[in-house]
């Protein structure tokens, strides 16, 4: 896998990961939507840990730096 994620877009996607967690273990979400969100930042913690996006891929977008060579 080629890295595809910047730091910038790792770190949108772990905060949003620790946003998603709260207001699902506050109570503040529940039901099916609050497993959702609760998947939703199992996946962005994991993506933002690989630097992989798997939706990026397909569309051959990329939010990393490129070197200058």
């Known amino acids: 896998m080629k ?6 877009d790792k ?3 772990f905060v949003l990961a620790i ?12 039901g099916t ?3 959702v969100l609760l998947v939703l930042a ?3 913690v ?8 798997p939706l990026y ?4 977008l990329t939010t990393c730096k490129t070197s200058a060579e």
């Open 11 to 13: 770190i949108i996607r």
């Open 33 to 35: 939507i609050g497993i």
């Open 57 to 60: 891929a397909p569309f051959g």
């Open 3 to 8: 890295k595809n994620m910047g730091s910038a």
């Open 42 to 44: 199992g996946v962005f």
């Open 46 to 53: 994991l993506t933002s840990l690989v630097s992989f996006c």
């Open 19 to 30: 946003i998603f967690a709260a207001l699902y273990f506050t109570g503040t979400v529940s």
